[in-house]
């Protein structure tokens, strides 16, 4: 009889331990709109994000540094010193950015992302096939709609809200404004006859550029510069190419680089110092540490790299420290404290 009592309690034991596990409240969900619209469950509290392209990977990393669940390519090692050791630890999932670049769903899937976000919300191929993979995965995905500066203050208030980091967006948003609208204000006080104009060299031989109405090299315009490569908007990776016969017809006021070798060659080449931006001294090696301050991939570091764009176009009409203002974004956008030596180090790309 006591066999039956101890087996009739231990099974009534077992029946409240199951019930009261159902009673436990799993991962919470909640349904948010995306960018582009569309109703999707995400859990409640977001451990790890996952994005497909660099500009929404250091958005994550700037709304908080715990959250990021991979990199999309392998950080360089001038990337690498100016970058806490968790976000140098992170696996390459890769992404679609650039040409040719796809996620590693393998990767992902051992990354365990609670969310990946898409930074573009076109319906494109890959979207519509990143959409297939997740869901096959059981991953929720979001898309995000930014492709000028002016989006990224929307960007980072949507990302805010998905990542409960709605606080810490405000900071990054506010900083944003202030900046576009110095620049707006840089921009109205220069008469338009007297604006300086701007050659946005890229590639090795610098013979590669942008349209002025191009995204990559929007910038130029925002700091009040002229971009001298006038062209209709097309589609596409950008960087086409031009000849140096074509520059010199342009005979820029200023050049903004991307390539160093070039940047270390063109002030001794007999055929470039036939501009007057090379004679004048008016050429630029764009900052690119941790991340690129102008363009490829163009993301909120172009915040402080429109400061900059000012700095060197219009000395005399903006004046700002660039040292302690690069201090002031590192430590706000990236939690990096800089010394002067390190600030002079990556003005100098």
């Known amino acids: 009889m006591n066999g039956v009592k101890r087996n009739k309690t231990i099974i009534a034991l077992i029946l409240l331990l199951f019930f009261l596990f159902l009673a436990v409240p799993t991962a919470q969900a909640k349904e948010i709109t995306d960018m582009r ?11 790890k994000a996952y994005a497909t392209s660099p500009p929404a990977t250091y ?8 959250l990021p669940a ?3 390519a392998p950080l360089k090692e001038s990337e690498k010193k100016y970058l ?14 650039g040409q040719g670049q796809t996620a590693n769903i393998e990767m992902i899937l051992k990354a365990k992302p609670d969310v990946v976000i898409m930074w573009t919300s076109e319906d494109t191929a890959v979207n519509r096939k990143m959409e297939i993979d997740m869901r ?17 203050g929307k960007g980072l208030k949507f990302m805010g809200q998905l990542l409960n980091r709605e606080d810490r967006a405000r ?3 506010a900083y944003g404004e202030k900046a576009l609208k110095e620049a707006a204000a840089v921009t109205r006080a220069i008469h338009p006859g007297k604006k300086v104009s701007v050659y946005y060299a890229e590639g090795a031989e610098g013979l590669n550029t942008e349209c002025h109405v191009s995204q990559h090299a929007e910038l130029i315009n ?3 510069g002229e971009n001298v490569h006038r062209c209709p908007r097309k589609l596409g990776f950008g960087m086409e190419k031009i000849s140096l016969e074509k520059v010199l017809l342009y005979n820029p006021g200023a050049i903004f680089i991307q390539e160093k070798d070039f940047y270390k060659r063109i002030k001794t080449d007999a055929r470039w110092r036939q501009i007057r931006a090379v004679r004048n001294g008016r050429v630029f090696i764009i900052p690119k540490a941790p991340f690129n301050w102008f363009d490829r991939p163009p993301s909120f570091m172009r915040y402080l790299g429109v400061k900059w764009v000012m700095t060197c176009l219009y000395p005399g009409l903006y004046h700002i420290d660039m040292i302690a203002e690069m201090k002031v974004f590192y430590r706000l956008f990236l939690g990096i404290e800089l010394t002067d030596e390190q600030c002079r180090d990556v003005l100098s790309g």
Do not use: H
């Open 136 to 152: 096959n995965l059981g991953i929720p995905l979001v898309f995000m709609n930014v492709n000028r500066i002016e989006d990224y």
């Open 171 to 173: 900071k990054l948003i």
């Open 222 to 224: 925002l700091a009040g």
């Open 59 to 66: 958005m994550i990393y700037a709304l908080d540094q715990t």
């Open 37 to 47: 619209g569309r109703k999707v469950q995400v859990p409640d509290r977001i451990r």
């Open 70 to 72: 991979g990199l999309n």
């Open 84 to 97: 806490p050791k968790r976000i140098r630890s992170l696996p390459v999932l890769g992404g679609y950015f």
